[in-house]
C-alpha cells in the first residue's frame, strides 16, 4: 500500500515538473518589431472632424425589412462623399454595384503586383425606440462632444469609411504615386448580410480574374483593459469568422380548445426540443483560442501560461472555465440560441402551428449541413420539423505568416509598440466573408481601442469615437497604404 501511495506521488510530481516545464519554455515571444519610419501626415482636425459628423447624419439605415429601405439617404450619402474628398474621387475609377454599393480603384504603375482590398460598409443598425431617450444625443446628429464625435455609425463603420477616404485623400494631396494597385469596397447592405453589395461586389471582381494580395475589413480591434491575462493592450487581427445558420422548428398540432389539452400540446413539444438544444452544446474545442493566447503567451502571467502551455493535461479544466464567459465559449463552439417563437394568437387556444427559430453560429471545421442533422439527431422527435432558412457556412482561415498580416501587425505596432498583436477568430459576421474568393488573405481589424467602459456601445446606446482615436485611424491608414502599395 505504501508503495502504491509513493508510485502516484512521484507521477502526480512528475506531471507538476512537466506542466511548469512546459510553462516557461513552450512559448516563444513570436512578436513582430514594429515599423519604424512611418509616414507621417498632417492633418486640419476641425475639418476632419466635421465631415465624420456630417457623415453620421446621413439615415443609411439598414432594416430587416427591405421595404423600408431609405434609397435616398444613401444616395445622398454617395454626393457627401464626393463633395468631401475631390481627389479621390478625380483620381479613382468609381463603378456603382446594385446602385448602392461603390468600389473604388486606383491603378498602380506595376500591372504585376497584386493589388489590396480595404473594405468598409455604409450601412448603419437602426436605433430602437424603446432606446432612444436614454442616448446622450440625438444618435443622428452628428454632435462632436467633450472630445468625442457622437452618434450611430461613429464606430460601425463609418470610422472605416472616412478614415480610409481622408488617408487616400491626404495622399493624392502629397503626391501619391502607388506601384501596387488599391481598391475600396464600401457596401451598403452589411448589417442584413451583405448579399446585394458585398457579395455583389465579389462575385463582380472574381468575374474579372482579380486576386488581392490581402484584403482588411473592420472586425478586430485594440483591447485595452479587457484580456486579464496580459497587463499590455492585445490588437486582434480576425483571420475567420464563424458561420451563421437559423433553423426554423416546427410542430404541427390539432389545436383545440385549452379546456381540453391533450397532455402535450404542439407548444410544448417545441418548448421539450428547444430544451434538448441547449442541455446539448456541441462540443467545445480550443484550437483557435491556442492560436490567440499563443500570439501573446509569452507576455502573459505565468498561471495562465500554466493552464494554456499543458492542455493535454488541462483542457478540461480550461474549457470549463472558460465556458462561464460568453464571448470565449463562443471561440470554442458552434453556439445554440433559441431567439423566436410563436404559437396560438389567443390564451384559450391550443396552436395548430407552433415554431420557433434558433440560430447557430458555426464553428470553421463544421458546416451548415452538420448542424442540422446533429440537431435533428438531438431533439430525437419526428413531430418536430427542422428547416433550414439562412445559411453561411464558416470562412476559411487565412493565415497569420502572409505578408499582409505581417505588415498589418508592425504597422500597429509602429503607432505604439506596447500593443500586442494576434490572430483571432472573429464570432460574428462581417463582409469579409465573400472575400475569400478574390484572396486567401482575409483580414478583420479597426484602427480602435476598445476599453471595458466602450465594449458595448456598437450596436449599442451612446456608440461614439473619441476624436483622438479617429485621426490616430486616419494616420493607421496613411501608413499602411503607404507601406502596402509603395
Known amino acids: 500500500m505504501k508503495k502504491t501511495i509513493l508510485g502516484i506521488g512521484a507521477v502526480l510530481l512528475a506531471l507538476i515538473v512537466i506542466a511548469v516545464f512546459r510553462a516557461g ?3 516563444e515571444d513570436v512578436q513582430l518589431p514594429a515599423a519604424e519610419n512611418l509616414a507621417q501626415v498632417d492633418l486640419d482636425e476641425d475639418q476632419v472632424v466635421e465631415r465624420i459628423a456630417g457623415a453620421i447624419r446621413f439615415r443609411t439605415i439598414s432594416h430587416d425589412d427591405r421595404s423600408n429601405f431609405d434609397a435616398d439617404a444613401f444616395l445622398a450619402y454617395h454626393d457627401y462623399l464626393r463633395e468631401s474628398f475631390p481627389l479621390v474621387h478625380e483620381r479613382a475609377g468609381l463603378e456603382l454595384i446594385n446602385d448602392y454599393s461603390l468600389l473604388f480603384h486606383i491603378p498602380g504603375s506595376d500591372p504585376s503586383l497584386k493589388p489590396i482590398m480595404l473594405m468598409g460598409h455604409m450601412d448603419v443598425v437602426p436605433v430602437d425606440d424603446v432606446t432612444l431617450a436614454e442616448w446622450t444625443h440625438d444618435p443622428f446628429a452628428g454632435k462632436v462632444v467633450d472630445g468625442e464625435i457622437w ?17 487616400i485623400e491626404a495622399l493624392i494631396r502629397n503626391g501619391f504615386e502607388p506601384r501596387r494597385s488599391l481598391y475600396l469596397s464600401f457596401g451598403h ?16 471582381l472574381k468575374q474579372q480574374g482579380i486576386e488581392f494580395e490581402f484584403v ?9 483593459g479587457i484580456i486579464q491575462s496580459v497587463d499590455r493592450p492585445v490588437a486582434l487581427i480576425g483571420v475567420a469568422e464563424k458561420g451563421y445558420l437559423n433553423l426554423r422548428l416546427r410542430v404541427d398540432a390539432p389545436g383545440g380548445h385549452s379546456s381540453r389539452p391533450p397532455p402535450q400540446s404542439g407548444l410544448g413539444i417545441l418548448s421539450r426540443a428547444i430544451v434538448k438544444l441547449e442541455d446539448n452544446p456541441f462540443p467545445s474545442e480550443l484550437t483557435h483560442i491556442k492560436k490567440t493566447f499563443g500570439a501573446y503567451a509569452a507576455y502573459a502571467r505565468f498561471t495562465d501560461r500554466l493552464a494554456m502551455g499543458n492542455t493535454w493535461l488541462l483542457g478540461p479544466v480550461i474549457k470549463s472555465v472558460l465556458a462561464k464567459d460568453q464571448a470565449m465559449a463562443g471561440s470554442m463552439r458552434t453556439t445554440t440560441a433559441a431567439t423566436m417563437a410563436s404559437g396560438s394568437s389567443k390564451s384559450n387556444i391550443l396552436p395548430t402551428r407552433a415554431e420557433a427559430v434558433v440560430n447557430f453560429r458555426i464553428l470553421p471545421g463544421d458546416t451548415a449541413e452538420q448542424v442540422r442533422n446533429r440537431v435533428i439527431e438531438i431533439i430525437d422527435d419526428e413531430r418536430v420539423e427542422v428547416i433550414m432558412e439562412t445559411n453561411i457556412n464558416p470562412s476559411p482561415v487565412s493565415p497569420a505568416d502572409s505578408w499582409g498580416y505581417e505588415l498589418l501587425a508592425s504597422t500597429i505596432r509602429g503607432f505604439d509598440a506596447d500593443i500586442l498583436v494576434a490572430p483571432n477568430l472573429l464570432i460574428g459576421g462581417t463582409d469579409a466573408r465573400y472575400f475569400h474568393a478574390v484572396s486567401p488573405n482575409v483580414y478583420r481589424f ?8 466602450t465594449m458595448n456601445i456598437v450596436h449599442g446606446i451612446d456608440e ?3 476624436i483622438e482615436e479617429y485621426l490616430t485611424a486616419i494616420r493607421f491608414y496613411y501608413a499602411l497604404i503607404r507601406r502596402a502599395t509603395e
Open 25 to 27: 519554455t513552450v512559448f
Open 151 to 167: 452618434g450611430r455609425g461613429a464606430i460601425d463603420n463609418k470610422l472605416s469609411v472616412m478614415s480610409f477616404l481622408e488617408a
Open 189 to 204: 447592405d452589411e448589417e442584413v448580410g451583405g448579399r446585394d453589395g458585398a457579395q455583389a461586389v465579389a462575385e463582380h
Open 216 to 224: 482588411v475589413d473592420e472586425g478586430g480591434a485594440i483591447l485595452d
Open 446 to 453: 479597426i484602427m480602435v481601442r476598445a476599453t471595458p467602459d
Open 464 to 466: 461614439r469615437i473619441a
